[in-house]
């Protein structure tokens, strides 16, 4: 086998290949794969067929989905258990390269943008054996497999339907969410000229006021005004990703950003991943790693090194966002600007609010959400 720290030498184009992981760029190897038989059951060899067939419905959805209303619909009737979850086409389309599903284990994660997706990412190829797992892990190839938009309908209906399945999401708060977002894209980015045609760096107010209320045309065909199902998904309210807004009911893991250190472990635990990939994960922190966003070795450690573990440990990501956007929301919200926000993404704050509530080793499942129950009462 190959040395852990050989690199392959080649591109790493548009950081989207493995650039240490010599074992998949073996002829035969099954990376990412864990076998051959999991490779052929989801992603058989007529497959590609299946998904030309599928095209047309698909654009479709994503039509649909352009003119949906602003409002969830969900599948109630699943969750009393009287009927088979059927993906209206509208609803499979906004699975894109955020709903993953991890076949060893029976997970399915919904991994939202500026609520942790990148870790997360950065976890799932770890445990796929990527030795470059702490580079850029967006549209990284050894990733694309395992998106449910890669499967047949029939496939994620049958995952989706399956109760021994784990459906979850980590749920963050919305404003800070938000905030988070706004220092990232329009501050550090540079988003205001492209994205919302400014030739300015935009004020937090003034984006507020242009998320809320004027088109986001980033990434469309069309025009939309405000928040809706198409807004770029790093300001997209929560609910309206990975299909939540039909799906939710479904969902038996949701999880806190607040909370992410414990229920990271508790979600771990249940799908039987904490021993084998979670608590030795090493996320590279204070490794003295040399390199840039592709291009990562694994990091070198003493022998008597011990990880914290996946999202564990005071310094871990997660947790430096939120003290550190604590801090910021005093800084940069009104009363009147959070009132805005609060108005805007009233679903998110109605699962937010119940969220809140619980302790940290308590996780809520979809059905217990007061905005499913209310929803699904009329049903």
């Given amino acids: 086998m190959a040395s852990k720290r050989q690199a392959y030498v080649g591109s790493c184009e548009e950081c989207k290949t493995t ?164 220092l990232d894209k329009i501050v550090k980015e540079g988003w205001s000229e492209p994205v919302f045609g400014q030739n300015h760096t935009l004020s937090f107010a003034e984006f507020i006021d242009l998320i809320t209320t004027v088109t986001n045309k980033y990434g469309q065909d069309v025009k939309i005004p405000g928040l809706n199902t198409c807004t770029d998904p790093h300001f997209r309210p929560q609910l309206f990703l990975c299909g939540l807004d039909y799906l939710l009911p479904s969902f038996d893991f949701i999880g806190s950003f607040y909370h992410s250190s414990e229920q990271t472990q508790i979600l771990l635990e249940k799908v039987g991943m904490w021993e084998d990939y979670g608590l030795n994960y090493d996320d590279g922190r204070d490794g003295g790693l040399v390199g840039s966003n592709c291009h990562y070795p694994p990091p070198i450690r003493s022998s008597n090194f011990t990880p914290v573990g996946f999202n564990q440990g005071s310094g871990h990501r997660t947790t430096l966002h939120v003290t550190q956007s604590s801090q910021k929301m005093r800084e940069y919200y009104t009363p009147e600007l959070l009132e805005t926000v609060r108005k805007a993404y009233r679903w998110d704050y109605a699962i937010w609010d119940d969220l809140a509530k619980l302790p940290s080793h308590v996780v809520a499942s979809g059905k217990d959400l007061e905005l499913v129950r209310s929803s699904c009462i009329h049903e």
């Fill in 19 to 182: 650039c240490f992981t010599p074992h998949a760029m073996q002829q035969n190897s099954t990376y990412p794969w864990k076998n051959l038989t999991l490779k052929r059951e989801f992603h058989p060899a007529n497959k590609q067929q299946l998904l030309e067939n599928e095209a047309e419905d698909r654009k479709q959805g994503i039509r649909e989905r352009r003119n949906h209303i602003y409002e969830p619909r969900f599948q109630c009737n699943v969750t009393m258990n009287q009927t088979r979850l059927i993906l209206p086409l509208s609803i499979q389309s906004t699975f894109e390269h955020y709903l993953y599903f991890l076949p060893e284990h029976k997970l399915i994660f919904c991994g939202i943008p500026k609520s942790g997706i990148t870790e997360w990412r950065r976890f799932f190829r770890y445990t796929r054996g990527a030795q470059d797992y702490l580079s850029w892990p967006h549209f990284k190839r050894d990733l694309m497999p395992f998106h449910m938009s890669s499967l047949t309908k029939e496939k994620q209906e049958e995952l989706l339907n399956d109760p021994t399945w784990t459906k979850a999401v980590f749920i963050r708060e919305p404003a800070e969410r938000l905030l988070s977002g706004y």
